[in-house]
């Protein structure tokens, strides 16, 4: 019998126990035994809970008892779990993660110290929710050099964005409704502002180059410039506006940005609507492949969370991670980035067109009905850097919204 701890009783904690109960003979099934959760850590005491006979309040009391071979870290933030982790690893016990903040900052280090102490270091959760994304890097496709991966990486902000696109829904509405669903961050910011996406891109940029990826290196926009005249000239287009995570392999670097796109129906990452997640991963054998599922939420987390739990058990000893050193991977600067370009512009058509020809190049022109004080449109393919020189010389820009194509 496998006997485990829990840190931390929230939203994704109390889905640990939950599925554990739930699902307790298929998991002992799965693992080959029986897995039995001995503490739950937590400040508060949860009585009438399926918690209340396990909390504990001391860490002491976990990392000193030989019986726990395996700890959940689901407290998030980067202290004290990033303590408890390198503690517990130190102590021969296996780690289990839903921690991207902690496993962007410290992840090359923490897997070094599982290494060592010949246990797990395991984090499916903390990318995608309950998409079994790192999984299949680290395990599946690992025949394929991987050239871009390309995702709706944040529940919160697509949730918002779709129903802002489909019911004209009011931005503070509808963050308010993803809060209230358990999906957004305990400070929305890291949602809405991109950082959470922009950990968990630096996280796959890191499983698939095998070197650290500084999440304080990609340029990283999110979602609080968009107005419902954004959304408008989107429709008009024929396209919609999602916050894509990228990392593309490019002249032999990785490129990484976390930003609002434009997407064309014909992309694979159009119809993903609501709370789901989903990845685009394009192997140089492989070719596309699509992952798609809850990306967050109390049960598709503890999902993966026990997925890895599980995991460890039946790994006993071998190590199931592919480390990535702590070598920092220098991306490909963004001003070197190839695309194209969406930009409201306020004045008059008729009279800007010509300087704005002049230098972007052709444009292509989108006026909405009953809007004449400003006008949209999209320039060809080009460098960022070359767009920033460019937009430069116009006071007169009000958006830009990058194509993906
Ligand atoms: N706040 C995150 C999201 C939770 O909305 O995707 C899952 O990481």
Redesign the pocket.
Same mark, same amino acid.
């Given at each position: 019998m496998a006997k485990i701890a829990v840190l931390g009783y929230g939203t994704v904690g109390s889905g640990v126990v939950e599925v554990m109960n739930i699902n307790s003979s298929m998991i002992a099934r799965r693992a080959g035994e029986e897995i039995t959760i001995k503490y739950v850590l937590d400040l508060n005491d949860f009585p009438g809970t399926p918690a209340e006979k396990l909390i504990v309040h001391d860490f002491e009391q976990i990392v000193a008892d030989e019986e726990i071979e395996l700890v959940v870290e689901v407290m998030g933030g980067i202290e004290p779990a990033n303590t408890f982790v390198r503690r517990s690893l130190e102590a021969g016990k296996s780690v289990v993660t839903s921690n @991207?903040a902690l496993v962007a900052k410290h992840g090359a280090e923490l897997l070094k110290t599982a290494k060592e102490h010949h246990v797990n270091f395991l984090f499916e959760a903390s990318v995608g929710?309950g998409i079994p994304i790192i999984r299949s890097l680290n395990n599946a496709l690992t025949g394929d050099e991987i050239e871009e991966i390309t995702g709706i990486?944040?529940? $919160? $902000?697509n949730y918002m964005m779709t129903k802002m696109f489909y019911d004209g829904a009011d931005y503070d509405e509808v963050l308010k409704e993803?809060q209230d669903n358990g999906?957004?961050?305990r400070n929305p910011e890291?949602?809405v502002e991109g950082y959470?996406a922009c950990r @968990?891109i630096a996280i796959l940029s890191s499983v698939i180059s095998g070197c650290y990826v500084n999440f304080e290196d990609i340029y990283t926009e999110g979602i609080t410039k968009m107005t419902s005249r954004d959304i408008c000239y989107a429709r008009k287009m024929g396209m919609t506006i999602k916050l894509l995570a990228s990392a593309k392999r490019e002249d032999e670097k990785i490129s990484a940005i976390v930003a609002p796109f434009l997407l064309l129906p014909s992309h694979p990452l159009y119809n993903i609507d609501g709370?789901f997640?989903s990845v685009f991963v394009k192997g140089n054998m492989l070719g596309d492949a699509m992952f798609y599922g809850s990306?967050?939420g109390k049960l598709p $987390?503890a999902s993966a969370v026990v997925g890895d739990i599980v995991d460890a058990v039946k790994n006993r000893g071998r190590d199931v991670m592919a480390a990535w050193t702590e070598e920092k991977l220098e991306l490909k600067s963004k001003g070197d980035a190839k695309r194209k370009f969406f930009v409201r512009m306020a004045g008059d058509k008729e009279e800007l067109l010509q300087k704005v020809e002049a230098a972007f190049g052709p444009v292509t022109v989108i006026t909405l009905k009953d809007v004449s004080d400003e006008f949209g449109f999209i320039t060809g393919r080009m460098k960022e850097s070359i767009y920033e020189a460019m937009a430069a010389g116009f006071s007169n820009i009000l958006h830009m919204i990058r194509v993906e194509e």
């Open positions: @991207k929710g990486l944040n529940g $919160t $902000t993803a999906y957004a961050e890291a949602d959470d @968990k709370v997640n990306g967050a $987390t």
